[in-house]
């Protein structure tokens, strides 16, 4: 398969599909739909296509988890992924991926990653693409979309190319610095359909003014936690930045929290605190408060929480005091001042409303032969391989529909 990068003397080209966006969901969709023998054009205005794939698990891609299902992901409509997740499951991806003998393992919470480099996931898709006939365009912005009675025309800065169906796999905002332009948006509201309001999401919360001196000491620290926001909450790693809170617990509970809001932490899940701290008084009374929080908590974090205790002794503790340690331990609130941005965020929460799309074709409801999938749709993933997961199963539906 021949990935063009511009053709100036070209004239233009007519296809039965035009997908902009070379991305996870767009690689997947052009494959389908190239094996049902239609013709696709893949457009990316990037140098390379499946810039979130490459650095996706740091460099491994988290490319799937085995737990995925519909309560893994925050939208307006619940309901909307419940048909494309069900119609291509992990198993599926799992089948595709062990067919090109890409070897993998599982981590923590189902999570799936390549043994090698992520480059394997492109390559196998790419491969995908090519024996489905795909043609792709790298380094080619695309101008405008237009609808005419017989189909679309897509413009680039070169050409205008004519086709039956367009297909919408842009991605959202997330890390900018790859690219990302929020133009899937941009043709959502041109062709009327609405926006849910978009913001980071899997991203890194930053602390006040007033919190980053005292909590500098804490920089680098990362510890098991389970943290709360509302109702949601997160059993995963917690890690202290130079910045604010960062760690799988934190970029979870990013996707729920409101800005202005506080969020809780436990420092020590499934561990009675106040409990322990009454038996030590009596059984440990000569070891200090800090001395005896070092066996639950990582050293330095064990002298913050115990920096404001002024016994020495743990028997010199009243309950009142014993009750006021337990809650820093264990509902420890912070207000966090925001979060790093699209800068650093993994996914943009929001975007396309379900509503106005099919939840079978991702077709748009009033646009015939306009698609959208993967990140640019109002459906965002936890973090582990959730989203990817949407992106093949989206992908999937759409490229047995067009």
Same mark, same amino acid.
């Given at each position: 398969?021949?990935?063009?990068?511009?053709?100036?003397?070209?004239?233009?080209?007519?296809?039965?599909?035009?997908?902009?966006?070379?991305?996870?969901?767009? =690689?997947?969709?052009?494959?389908?739909?190239?094996?049902?023998?239609?013709?696709?054009?893949?457009?990316?205005?990037?140098?390379?296509? #499946?810039? +979130?794939?490459?650095? $996706?698990?740091?460099?491994?891609?988290?490319?799937?988890?085995?737990?995925?299902?519909?309560?893994?992901?925050?939208?307006?409509?619940?309901?909307?992924?419940?048909?494309?997740?069900?119609?291509?499951?992990?198993?599926?991806?799992?089948?595709?991926?062990?067919?090109?003998?890409?070897?993998?393992?599982?981590?923590?919470? #189902?999570?799936?990653?390549?043994?090698?480099?992520?480059?394997?996931?492109?390559?196998?898709?790419?491969?995908?693409?090519?024996?489905?006939?795909?043609?792709?365009?790298?380094?080619?912005? @695309?101008?405008?979309?237009?609808?005419?009675?017989?189909?679309?025309?897509?413009?680039?800065?070169?050409?205008?190319?004519?086709?039956?169906?367009?297909?919408?796999?842009?991605?959202?905002?997330?890390?900018?610095?790859?690219?990302?332009?929020?133009? #899937?948006?941009?043709?959502?509201?041109?062709?009327?359909?609405?926006?849910?309001? &978009?913001?980071?999401?899997?991203?890194?919360? &930053?602390?006040?003014?007033? =919190?980053?001196?005292?909590?500098?000491? =804490?920089?680098? @620290? /990362?510890?098991? $936690?389970?943290?709360?926001?509302?109702?949601?909450?997160?059993?995963?790693?917690?890690?202290?930045?130079?910045?604010?809170?960062?760690?799988?617990?934190?970029?979870?509970?990013?996707?729920?929290?409101?800005?202005?809001?506080?969020?809780?932490?436990?420092?020590?899940?499934?561990?009675?605190?106040?409990?322990?701290?009454?038996?030590?008084?009596?059984?440990?009374?000569?070891?200090?408060?800090?001395?005896?929080?070092?066996?639950?908590?990582?050293?330095? =974090?064990?002298?913050? @929480?115990?920096?404001?205790?002024?016994?020495?002794?743990?028997?010199?503790? $009243?309950?009142?005091?014993?009750?006021?340690?337990?809650?820093?331990?264990?509902?420890?609130?912070?207000?966090?001042?925001?979060?790093?941005?699209?800068?650093?965020?993994?996914?943009?929460?929001?975007?396309?409303?379900?509503?106005?799309?099919?939840? +079978?074709?991702?077709?748009?409801?009033?646009?015939?032969?306009?698609?959208?999938?993967?990140?640019?749709?109002?459906?965002?993933?936890?973090?582990?391989?959730?989203?990817?997961?949407?992106?093949?199963? /989206?992908?999937?539906?759409?490229?047995?529909?067009?």
């Amino acid at each position: 398969m021949e990935i063009v990068e511009l053709d100036l003397e070209s004239m233009d080209y007519q296809y039965d599909i035009i997908i902009i966006g070379a991305g996870a969901a767009g =690689l997947m969709c052009g494959a389908v739909a190239g094996a049902r023998g239609k013709s696709v054009l893949i457009i990316d205005h990037a140098q390379k296509v #499946g810039e +979130k794939i490459r650095i $996706s698990g740091g460099g491994r891609c988290n490319f799937t988890n085995i737990h995925c299902g519909p309560d893994n992901f925050i939208s307006n409509n619940p309901h909307f992924c419940k048909s494309a997740l069900s119609r291509y499951t992990p198993q599926d991806f799992i089948d595709l991926v062990n067919h090109y003998k890409i070897a993998w393992h599982e981590k923590t919470k #189902g999570q799936l990653f390549c043994d090698g480099r992520s480059q394997q996931i492109i390559d196998m898709l790419l491969t995908e693409c090519e024996n489905a006939d795909n043609q792709i365009r790298v380094s080619t912005e @695309v101008l405008d979309i237009a609808k005419f009675e017989a189909g679309y025309v897509v413009t680039t800065q070169h050409q205008s190319i004519n086709c039956e169906k367009v297909v919408i796999a842009c991605g959202g905002t997330s890390i900018p610095k790859m690219g990302a332009t929020g133009y #899937g948006y941009k043709i959502a509201e041109k062709f009327g359909l609405p926006i849910v309001p &978009t913001s980071p999401a899997l991203v890194p919360l &930053t602390f006040t003014d007033g =919190l980053k001196q005292p909590l500098k000491t =804490l920089s680098g @620290v /990362s510890t098991d $936690s389970r943290v709360h926001y509302e109702a949601t909450s997160f059993d995963e790693a917690l890690l202290f930045t130079h910045r604010g809170l960062s760690g799988p617990a934190i970029l979870q509970i990013s996707s729920y929290w409101n800005a202005g809001d506080a969020i809780t932490i436990d420092l020590a899940p499934d561990i009675d605190i106040l409990d322990a701290l009454k038996t030590a008084r009596i059984d440990s009374a000569r070891q200090s408060p800090k001395n005896w929080l070092a066996q639950y908590l990582p050293t330095r =974090l064990a002298e913050f @929480v115990a920096s404001n205790i002024k016994q020495e002794r743990l028997a010199d503790m $009243s309950d009142a005091q014993l009750i006021n340690l337990a809650l820093m331990v264990k509902e420890w609130r912070i207000k966090p001042a925001g979060t790093e941005g699209y800068r650093t965020a993994e996914v943009t929460k929001g975007g396309v409303d379900t509503d106005a799309l099919s939840s +079978k074709t991702l077709e748009a409801k009033r646009v015939p032969g306009l698609y959208f999938i993967g990140e640019v749709v109002d459906v965002t993933g936890h973090l582990g391989g959730h989203n990817f997961q949407w992106a093949w199963a /989206s992908g999937n539906a759409c490229g047995r529909a067009v």
